[in-house]
Every structure is written in C-alpha cells, then in structure tokens.
C-alpha cells in the first residue's frame, strides 16, 4: 500500500497528510481512501505541528479544562494542551492547567472514565480529540458520554474530518474533504465499489490497517 502514497498540503499546517486509495472498510463506513495518521501521531516534529494547528482553532476566550484523546492522539493531545497552556487560554481548573486522559471502552464499545478521572470530567470543558472523522457517530458517542459524567462538551478537534459539526458542536480539522474532493464515506449497504463487486483492500482502524 505504501507505493500508492499520495501526499496532500494545505495552508493550514506545513505537515503533509498521507492517503491511499482503495476499497477499504472501518467500523461504521466503507470509505475509498485510507487516511495514514501514524507519522503524524508519533513523530514529535509532526505532532508538534498538528498541534500548535489545532490549538489555534480556538478563540482567545474558549475555556478547555481537559483534552479527551481517542484514536492514539496522546501525543497530539498532550502537545496541544501544552500549546494551549502557553498561549493563555481559559481555564477553570484550580490548577491553571489542562488534563490529558484517555477513556476506556467496555465489551460493549461504551465509553467510560474510571472513577480517578471523573474529577477531570465533571463540571470541565471537554475536548474530544481524534485523529480522522467520517461519519460523526464516535463524536456524537463521546459528547454523551461527556455528558453523563457531568462534563461539558465544547466540540472537537480532528486532523481530518468530513464533518464540519455533529449536533452542533463545532468539529475543528486541518484537513477536510476540500482538501481530498472525492472522498466519500457509506454504508455497506449503500457502497457502489461493493455493488461493482470490487474486492476490500483493508480494514481500517484508529490503529492501522490489516489487509484482506
């Protein structure tokens, strides 16, 4: 797959986002470009950069008490939290900082904060932070989630989304479907590559892929 590379620029980060097209299926979609997030989630010069990016999407006044990481964005989430810090951002934490967890997932895929880091969700602005949005369900997910912890949700940040907002909150990206025009995200019951009979290269995940 790494020879079908294409590489996409923007004005908004100096970092490439890394693409391949195909057939490929995710948890909720098939979709026709893999998106490869790991450079940019693991290399502190690139992370660096989506993060500063990311960080200056929010408005001199947004308060952001905690950076909820999904899709192995840690790295990403620590950095912008430290972008945000230093740039003076509110915060109502008695700390003057900015929490960076990671939820857990039960057998049943539910979202849930273990009682050490509800105190990092309750009555704070909240954060999600992913590494690619399709199509909004894990967004939508994770703002109720949130919001049954008794957090409060202010939107989230993703370097790709093809969404611009999911039930109104804001999803911040780098890259959107701009940037990659014939990107298209669909059920499986609704994927004309399934009905051209053409074969899945992958499957896809927040992890990489695995080929088929």
Do not use: W
């Amino acid at each position: 797959m790494e020879s079908r590379t294409i590489k996409l620029y923007n004005k908004n980060t100096t970092v490439p986002l890394k693409v391949v097209p195909g057939h490929f299926a995710t948890n909720h979609s098939h979709v026709n470009y893999y998106i490869d997030m790991t450079t940019l989630k693991t290399r502190v010069s690139e992370a660096n950069a989506i993060a500063a990016t990311l960080a200056g999407q929010y408005v001199a006044n947004a308060i952001v008490d905690t950076i909820v990481c999904l899709d192995g964005t840690q790295v990403i989430g620590a950095l912008m939290a430290q972008e945000l810090t230093r740039a003076g951002y509110g915060s109502i934490n008695a700390h003057g900082t900015v929490y960076v967890i990671t939820p857990e997932f039960d057998s049943s895929n539910q979202m849930i904060f273990r009682d050490n880091l509800r105190p990092m969700i309750e009555n704070k602005h909240v954060i999600v932070l992913m590494a690619s949005v399709t199509t909004g369900i894990t967004i939508r997910k994770s703002m109720n989630c949130i919001s049954y912890y008794g957090g409060i949700p202010v939107g989230a940040s993703a370097i790709f989304s093809a969404v611009d907002d999911v039930e109104g909150y804001p999803v911040h990206s780098i890259f959107h479907t701009e940037d990659l025009p014939d990107y298209r995200s669909c059920t499986v019951q609704e994927c004309p590559m399934c009905r051209a009979g053409q074969r899945i290269d992958a499957l896809v995940n927040s992890f990489g892929y695995s080929k088929v």
